[in-house]
């Protein structure tokens, strides 16, 4: 009964290594910080002689930063069953090499894994020592010199693509002598000769692997790159095991998405040109290429100009919200009289003073006016609690600036409030005036912004009101001179940017 599990855990263990990453753990290291001990071994398939990059996870990979940097190059020198020694020559940040972390080892063997052995071929140049030299270059170079010698006497059209040259081998070495006589006797005294087939393979070997390491860190460290994404062209549908979720044929969607792809490098070309040759980008061009190229710069100027008018277009906001509580500040006392955790009505006006300033678009002012109901304990009794007020304060949005479009935007800020609340004592109608000030609160949400203008806004906010009398009608209430409201309030409202 047991096999199918263990069956399962070899296949997922297999299929984890396949990938030529894998976790380990720094077990020892040695004084100079270059012979290491890691907890995997030749049960993972690790042999002696291999070589690995070691890599330092810094980010979670949903994160928009550094996700992982390399830690420096490895060799194994002795490899146990269940861990191995790897002497580091080529260390990058000595610094991350502390003893009990968690790395990621990208291995050759793994990583090649699958791949076919080159094929190479030797051939040997011989010539005497006049003509050897012009025989060497005719040879690599091929029938191109022979083909081109009328070049200079036309001009290119259209260029497909840059010359070829096919093999039938994935390498060939090049071996070069030279005929000596003496006595009569003709014999081939070799100049240079290439390395050897094995030590050839192996040294074209560890560079593929080094460009694969790269390459990967570069894609894992973009910030635009995501797991789902990369593998959304594999993903499974989670209701038909076995199918994928995007189908095989191409949609229209696809060839939509692809035709757009295709105008934005276009336009990124061009771009580029025109910045990389200044105001002489178009000296080459005849009238009609001009012409014709001229109409493609307008559109992309024109399109980055409307990016630019849509990025800024917003500088003030109006909000209109409303919030109830969630926290109670009454006594269970007096359930008689209970009024529930409160809830407000509020008009408010945002400023954008900074949009154009790049250290500084992200700060913002604020103004609003609300009026709103709580109620508090005092003594055994439940009082309630009816304000008029305005606040003034700031707010900060880390990682969008607040007037960006068609984006969840967060947004976090501080305030002072002050106002007049009106108290009543639910039990015996008493009523008093009271100034009402709040310093600091705080309040932090969300907002989606459309291009037309219109916005969605939920917000969380908290303050420590302090309430003071200012007049009552009794000389003998029960109503109190001081008191402090815990105001605490989650809203929802819509905003109007122009």
Request: charged share 30%; glycine share 8%; hydrophobic share 35%.
């Amino acid at each position: 009964m047991r096999k199918p599990g263990w069956f399962l855990t070899f296949i997922l263990l297999f299929t984890h290594l396949c990938y030529g990453q894998v976790e380990v753990r720094l077990l020892s290291q040695s004084a100079s910080g270059q012979t290491i001990q890691l907890n995997i071994g030749h049960l993972e398939g690790i042999k002696a002689g291999e070589f690995a990059a070691i890599l330092k996870p810094i980010r979670n990979p949903e994160e928009i930063d550094l996700r992982m940097v390399p830690v420096g190059k490895a060799k194994s020198i002795k490899v146990n069953s269940d861990s191995s020694i790897w002497i580091v020559y080529r260390v990058f940040d000595g610094e991350l090499l502390v003893v009990g972390d968690k790395f990621e080892l990208l291995t050759e063997s793994k990583m090649l894994s699958g791949r076919k052995k080159y094929s190479i071929s030797r051939t040997e140049v011989v010539g005497n020592k006049k003509s050897i030299t012009k025989n060497t270059y005719e040879f690599l170079e091929g029938d191109r010199e022979r083909l081109t010698k009328l070049g200079d006497k036309y001009t290119t059209s259209q260029q497909n693509h840059g010359p070829e040259d096919r093999f039938s081998d994935d390498f060939n070495m090049v071996d070069v002598s030279t005929w000596e006589k003496e006595k009569g006797q003709a014999f081939k005294t070799p100049l240079y000769r290439g390395p050897h087939r094995e030590e050839f393979r192996r040294i074209v070997r560890i560079e593929t692997f080094e460009k694969l390491v790269t390459n990967y860190l570069k894609r894992v460290n973009d910030p635009k790159f995501s797991y789902e994404t990369f593998y959304a062209e594999q993903k499974k549908d989670p209701h038909l095991q076995g199918f994928k979720v995007k189908s095989d044929y191409v949609t229209e969607y696809d060839n939509f998405l692809e035709a757009q792809s295709k105008e934005k490098n276009k336009e990124a070309e061009i771009y580029r040109e025109m910045l990389a040759r200044g105001d002489s980008w178009s000296d080459n061009f005849s009238d009609e290429e001009l012409r014709t190229m001229l109409g493609r710069v307008s559109k992309v100027e024109e399109k980055i100009r409307r990016n630019r008018v849509q990025e800024y277009v917003f500088t003030h906001q109006l909000t209109i919200s409303s919030a109830v509580g969630v926290y109670n500040n009454e006594t269970q006392d007096d359930p008689s009289h209970s009024k529930g955790k409160g809830k407000d009505f509020e008009i408010g006006y945002e400023f954008f003073p900074f949009a154009k300033v790049d250290l500084w678009q992200n700060w913002t002012f604020f103004a609003s006016g609300r009026m709103g109901s709580n109620s508090l304990a005092y003594q055994s009794y439940n009082i309630e609690s009816n304000e008029y007020s305005a606040a003034f304060g700031v707010n900060l949005y880390p990682f969008y600036a607040p007037e960006v479009v068609d984006k969840i935007v967060p947004f976090i800020g501080v305030y002072g409030r002050f106002g007049r609340s009106s108290l009543t004592n639910l039990t015996s109608a008493e009523k008093g005036k009271y100034t009402l000030v709040s310093m600091p609160g705080i309040h932090g949400g969300v907002k989606y912004q459309l291009s037309n203008g219109f916005a969605i806004r939920i917000k969380a906010a908290i303050e420590k009101q302090q309430l003071e009398v200012i007049e009552t009608k009794y000389l003998s209430t029960i109503l109190p001179d001081r008191a402090e409201l815990i105001d605490a309030k989650l809203g929802v409202g819509i905003g109007y940017a122009f």
